[in-house]
């Protein structure tokens, strides 16, 4: 994270509310969990630091992040004033963040938060602390009404989106999982290789019903098996050149290798890993994204064990997240090199 840290500042890290043990644990040690349900935790100290220094992408469990102080007002008839004159502190930024926890108390100063952006932007511009130049975006974090978190994050190593909440429009999707791996897709890819995904490619969706992810890439122009025993939705079949076969998706290998594998199947992320494990070392895909539902216990234990297992296959770049659309899972993106 480019922004430098003075000595008082915290980082802030939103999460999934009931996460925040997997995101202490990812922060590593001098870090306690606060109760869970609250969707952020704060890392002091070295552990700052050292976090600090951290892609964002190599974090899995932070959707946000951001280095900080707290601020707390005194009047609450006036925000705007005091949180003007402690960002003016932070010098030049290319945008603002209003922010709050995904968690109920957090959801309820949504409101808030919008009735602020177009203030605190004027007031900002007016002081000259808006600048397209700024590789720096200011978060404001509110707690509740009158306190929270303000700070700095460094646009080129952190969320896309405020909180990492995308908005995506998918009008027609078969199934809520489609918005799943269309954040996967924007997150990991990269506008090139996005660009590049279309026709001329082939997938295989294993546990692909109804068809949400099926639908995603047909639309995209790539040529999809889709893997389950359960039916697709008509919205699926019409999406583009989709053929549904009806097999187990533990036992299923392609005629010939394909560009894509995606698996959304609902199982023990050991048996998972193990499956993506196959098709990677086979060399029976080029790149997959999947999802690792997480067990009840030792979630980021099981996290680390698995991917550790992935990637030691050659040649393999791998990220994981817990995407926003995520609930109980994670997802996961890895590429063999060519060659690899
Ligand atoms: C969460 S749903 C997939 C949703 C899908 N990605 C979408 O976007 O609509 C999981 C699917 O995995 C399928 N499934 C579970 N075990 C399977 C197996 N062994 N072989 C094939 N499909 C399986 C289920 O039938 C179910 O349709």
């Not at 964002?56 to 601020?71: K, M, P």
């Not at 990269?190 to 997938?203: I, N, Q, T, V, Y």
């Amino acid at each position: 994270m480019g922004a430098d840290r003075a000595p008082d500042e915290s980082l802030l890290l939103l999460c999934r509310p009931g996460f925040e043990a997997e995101c202490v644990a990812e922060a590593g040690s001098g870090t306690a969990a606060p109760a869970s349900g609250t969707g952020w935790i704060c890392v002091e100290g070295d552990a700052a630091a050292r976090l600090a220094q951290r892609p964002f992408r190599s974090l899995v469990f932070a959707r946000d992040r951001f280095l900080g102080q707290r601020f707390s007002i005194a009047d609450p008839s006036d925000r705007v004033g005091p949180l003007l004159a402690r960002a003016a502190a932070f010098g030049p930024v290319s945008g603002l963040w209003l922010q709050h926890a995904d968690s109920t108390e957090g959801r309820s100063l949504a409101r808030l938060c919008q009735r602020l952006q177009g203030r605190m932007e004027g007031g900002l511009r007016a002081a000259g602390l808006l600048s397209v130049a700024s590789s720096r975006r200011l978060h404001m974090m509110f707690l509740d009404g009158a306190s929270g978190f303000i700070g700095v994050s460094d646009a080129s190593d952190g969320a896309l989106w405020s909180m990492g909440v995308p908005r995506l429009r998918l009008a027609g999707a078969p199934s809520r999982s489609a918005a799943k791996l269309e954040e996967a897709l924007i997150w990991f890819l990269g506008e090139d290789m996005r660009a590049a995904l279309g026709s001329g490619m082939s997938a295989v969706d294993l546990g692909a019903a109804p068809g949400g992810w099926t639908w995603v890439l047909a639309r995209r122009g790539l040529r999809v098996t889709a893997v389950d025993h359960g039916k697709l939705a008509q919205a699926a079949e019409d999406a583009g050149a989709v053929r549904h076969l009806s097999a187990d998706a533990f036992t299923f290998r392609p005629a010939r290798p394909v560009d894509w594998m995606v698996c959304d199947v609902v199982d023990k992320p050991a048996r998972t890993a193990e499956l993506v494990h196959r098709w990677l070392s086979q060399g029976w895909c080029r790149r997959t994204i999947f999802n690792l539902k997480l067990p009840m216990k030792q979630r980021y234990l099981e996290v680390e064990r698995l991917l550790a297992r992935l990637r030691k296959v050659p040649g393999l770049r791998l990220e994981a997240r817990q995407l926003y659309h995520d609930r109980e899972e994670i997802t996961v993106f890895a590429e063999r090199e060519r060659g690899g």
